[in-house]
């Protein structure tokens, strides 16, 4: 008995033994592999690598995480520090770094409507009409022939949205598998879901083997985050789906209901925690994901996934696999990430990626309070549960009722254990956000006996409002309205309430609106180029949900959810994967730069009321929180030019920054273009010291003969002036350069006036019906 019992002892120790003696998992890199090796070659190579820092054979085998061998040449493995940085002095080494573990940002049925390319008739659409709508999705013939790969937690096969029913034969294209697993085998892919895969090698290196009770060790979604996002690119169009309650009732439906998606589970549930939470998403596994996906044969890529602190491009998994992704045209959208709304927070800002923010929608699920004293102040909610009918309850401040000790600062915060059951019993109890989850603060006042609840935003939240399926009757208010709350509490001995049950309401004003989430620009890692590109609906988005996860993913929680309402830019950008994948559909030979830059240029920065987007505090908000502009896919369709770039771009961009080896059938030249060169659809400019000249190359996709004229909006105290300023075309296809010369007007400013601030503008061209448009962020 005992070796037997040693060895499992050793083995559950092994993880933990790694990293005592500071073994972790790196990535070696050799960027692209040049096509002219055969996989097990390289493979080959790799094993060699690891042998010529590794004693024995053995140790190099077992060291060996992953082969990256399609378009990725480079190899996960165990290291030593030492080991590590012998193999980043080879000369063909790109780069070398250790894998960090990502969390992903957790971040419909209106959301099309919205932007106008539903088939369905509706009222109230501002961007376009919806015949114009139907009329996209027909020439798109809906995407049936575009693949979109998702890297994600996996998918919830049964689900309607995923149904094959009257979908042609798969794309012979298509190389891709149907990995099975626990709880999914091959039978589970159709015509629909053509591909779904796993990766868990460095999840299972960091925390251990998978808990069979915490996730499926297969492609199947545990969590909802993936089957969310994955149904907000390609969901069938499904009539009658709502969220629990029957909110946002309606035919939901992906933005390019015909496409066919592949799934890549490569986030996991992060063992012995909530799945509040979130997954865990690991590096080396998100590579090995894109390595398989650009090999299978995807056409877009959505990928709502990033991290807090984003990495130079060099060490960047998901930066450097959109890379290859680029090589093949394939179209790569990525979340900006919910860090906002400082300044700098953003993720996913490789130029070649298109990175997307969050914005709301124009509708809303009302609910509000009645207080006392008659007044009604309005709330939001997709709660389903009701309190009883024309009868007023207690009201009380969450800070007035918690146990002793609780910190003075998390008074009113509602945190798990914070309430005094005695004092909530039978009453409405006002919490506010700040620390804490919201759907935990609602279990907390249910915990306690509470009766109902009221969220109210914190200032830094403002008038955005994330709507959650409570476990009790709820509503969540404004920054205003929650202190309108606070205010009857205060005058009154006897503060009471109800709260009526919300219904949905439709066209609400202003919409869209930047979200505080939302990550907002400028880019740390490369300031020359302007980021976010775009925003996207990403505030209650109804999408399908995993029936093993209830609809606020808490272990107390009972319910069951088809559809499910959440909020994050990872809502945001399966918005712009579709649409991606309906221009694609449409134009065929467009690369992915030219895709990205008829989605940029046609974006509007106007909202339902006419005026220019405004964040959730009311304030203007800037091309740092929403890039162009909201996206308008109808208008992409026929955006007259685009700033097109090609692979070959990318890695003359990377010769700039340094990166010289990338691949190796490429030279960089002696002085390759700078960076702001680039020809990028917007323009970014930090620390203008004078004047610049900004070289832009556009590309005819509109009419054969036709003439452009330069208008632009400058930035406060900046002039911006092209040359030249009038661009003939006699064929499509036809590219012209221009100049933009960009000057610091001095005699406007003052000494300090615009140091380290940034001022925005924008330019177009125009031709009459095509205003091809660039947003400009100069500082001094
Ligand atoms: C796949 O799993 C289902 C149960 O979910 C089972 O009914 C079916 O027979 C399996 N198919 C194959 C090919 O193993
Ligand atoms: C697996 O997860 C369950 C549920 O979270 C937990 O109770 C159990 O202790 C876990 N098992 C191991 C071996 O960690
Ligand atoms: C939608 O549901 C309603 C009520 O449940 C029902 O009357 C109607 O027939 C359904 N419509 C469709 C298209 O299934
Ligand atoms: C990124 O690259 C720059 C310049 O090469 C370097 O100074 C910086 O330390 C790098 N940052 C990280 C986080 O590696
Ligand atoms: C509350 O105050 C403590 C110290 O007094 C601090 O560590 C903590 O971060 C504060 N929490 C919040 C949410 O402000
Ligand atoms: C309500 O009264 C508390 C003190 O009891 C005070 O801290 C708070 O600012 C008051 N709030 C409003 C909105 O009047
Ligand atoms: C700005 O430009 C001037 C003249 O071209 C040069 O002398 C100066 O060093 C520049 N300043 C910075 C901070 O680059």
Known sequence: MKPVFFIIISLLLLPLLASCSKQKVYIVYFGEHGGEKALHEIENSHHSYLLSVKETEEDARASLLYSYKHSINGFAAVLTEDEASKLSELEEVVSVWPSHPRKYT????????????????????????????????????????????????????????????????????????????????????????????????????????????????????????????????????????????????????????????????????????????GNTCFEEDMFAAMDDAIADGVDVLSISIGTTRPMNFTEDGIALGALHAAKKNIVVACSAGNSGPAPSTLSNPAPWIITVGASSLDRTFVSPVVLGNGLSIEGETVTPSKLEENKMYPLVYAGDVVNPGVAQNLTGQCLAGSLSPDKVKGKIVFCRRGAGMRVSKGMEVKRAGGVGFILGNS????????????????????????????????????????????????????????????????????????????????????????????????????????????????????????????????????????????????????????????????????????????????????????????????????????????????????????????????????????????????????????????????????????????????????????????KARTEMLNENQLKDEYAFGWYTWTDGPHIVRSPIAVSL
């Open 106 to 277: 957790m971040h419909t049925t209106r959301s099309w409507e919205f932007v106008g390319i539903s088939e369905e008739e509706e009222e109230g659409n501002y961007w376009t009409n919806n015949q114009m709508g139907g009329d996209f999705l027909s020439k798109a013939r809906s995407g049936k022939n575009i693949i979109v790969g998702v890297l994600d937690s996996g998918v919830w096969p049964e689900s309607k949205s995923f149904s094959d029913v009257g979908i042609g034969s798969i794309p012979k294209s298509w190389k891709g598998i149907c990995q099975s697993g626990v709880g999914f085998n091959s039978s589970h892919c159709n015509r629909k879901l053509i591909g779904a895969r796993y990766y868990l090698k460095g999840f299972e290196q960091y925390y251990g083997p998978l808990n069979a009770s915490e996730d499926s060790r297969s492609p199947r979604d545990m969590d909802g985050h993936g089957t969310h996002t994955t149904s907000t690119v390609a969901g069938r169009i499904v009539p009658n789906a709502s969220a629990i309650g029957g909110f946002a009732l309606g035919s939901a439906s992906g933005g390019a209901p015909l496409a066919r998606v592949a799934v890549y589970k490569v986030c996991w549930a992060i063992p012995g925690a909530s799945k509040a939470e």
């Open 459 to 742: 200032k830094a939240n403002g008038v955005e409002i994330s709507c959650d399926a409570h476990v009790l009757p709820a509503t969540a208010m404004t920054y205003s309205n929650a202190n309108r709350i606070m205010e009857y509490i205060n005058s009154t001995k006897n503060p009471r309430a109800t709260i009526i049950p919300a219904r949905t309401v439709l066209n609400t004003k202003p919409a869209p609106y930047m979200t505080a989430f939302t990550s907002r620009g400028p880019s740390t890692i490369d300031p020359n180029i302007l980021k976010p590109d775009i925003t996207a609906p990403g505030l209650n988005i109804l999408a399908a949900w995993t029936e093993a996860d209830p609809p606020t993913k808490l272990s107390m929680d009972h319910r069951v959810a088809q559809y499910n309402i959440e909020s994050g830019t990872s809502m945001s950008c399966p918005h712009i994967a579709a649409a991606a994948a309906l221009l694609k559909a449409i134009h065929p030979t467009w690369s992915s730069a030219a895709i990205k830059s008829a989605l940029m240029t046609t974006a509007g920065i106007r909202n339902n009321l006419d005026k220019l987007l405004n964040d959730e505090s009311g304030n203007a908000a800037t091309p740092f929180a929403y890039g162009a502009g909201h996206f308008r896919p109808t208008k992409a369709a026929d955006p007259g030019l685009v700033y097109d770039a090609s692979y070959k771009d990318y890695l003359l961009y990377f010769c700039s920054t340094g990166v010289k080896n990338f691949d190796p059938n490429f030279k960089c030249p002696r002085s390759p273009p700078t960076a702001i060169n680039l020809n990028y659809p917007s323009i970014a400019i930090p620390k203008l010291n004078g004047t610049i000249k900004i070289k832009r190359t556009v590309t005819n996709v509109g009419d054969p003969k036709s003439v452009y004229f330069f208008t632009s909006k400058p930035p406060l105290g900046i002039s911006v002036k092209a040359s030249p300023s009038i661009l003939f075309f006699d064929h499509v296809g036809q590219r012209k350069s221009f100049t933009v010369t960009v």
